[in-house]
């Protein structure tokens, strides 16, 4: 079983940053995309940023220039650095990681990890 374990959520006011981490453990055979997805009270979840085993990331229109998605792959760890916040980013952020079993893959997600952002 993999297990993912999220970090850095917390209030912040308009203008500032976070930087979340979603570390991936336990009987980890290969990682291939990792993202971020968020969910606003009363909306549906949404991608924020994902980036492949490769490098290559892609980001939501409304996070572009502000938000980045970095990996860490020794660490199995995937990283969300959140400049400029503004109080539509407050939701709970979600990582999510897409796994191959050395059978088959499966998708996983972390606990959340809630981020407001005061105006």
């Known amino acids: 079983q993999v297990q993912l374990v999220e970090s850095g959520g917390g209030l912040v006011q308009a203008g500032g940053s976070l930087r979340l981490s979603c570390a991936a453990s336990g009987n980890i055979f290969s990682i291939d995309a990792m993202g971020w997805y968020r969910q606003a009270p009363g909306k549906q979840r949404e991608l924020v940023a994902v980036?492949?085993?490769?490098?290559?990331?892609n980001y939501a229109d409304s996070v572009k220039g502000r938000f980045t998605i970095s990996r860490d792959n020794a660490k199995n760890t995937v990283y969300l650095q959140m400049n400029s916040l503004n109080p539509e980013d407050t939701a709970v952020y979600y990582c999510?990681?897409?796994?191959?079993?050395?059978?088959?893959?499966?998708?996983?997600w972390g606990q959340g990890t809630q981020v407001t952002v005061s105006s």
């Open positions: 999510n990681v897409d796994h191959y079993s050395g059978s088959y893959y499966e998708g996983l």
């Open positions: 980036i492949t085993s490769a490098g290559t990331t």
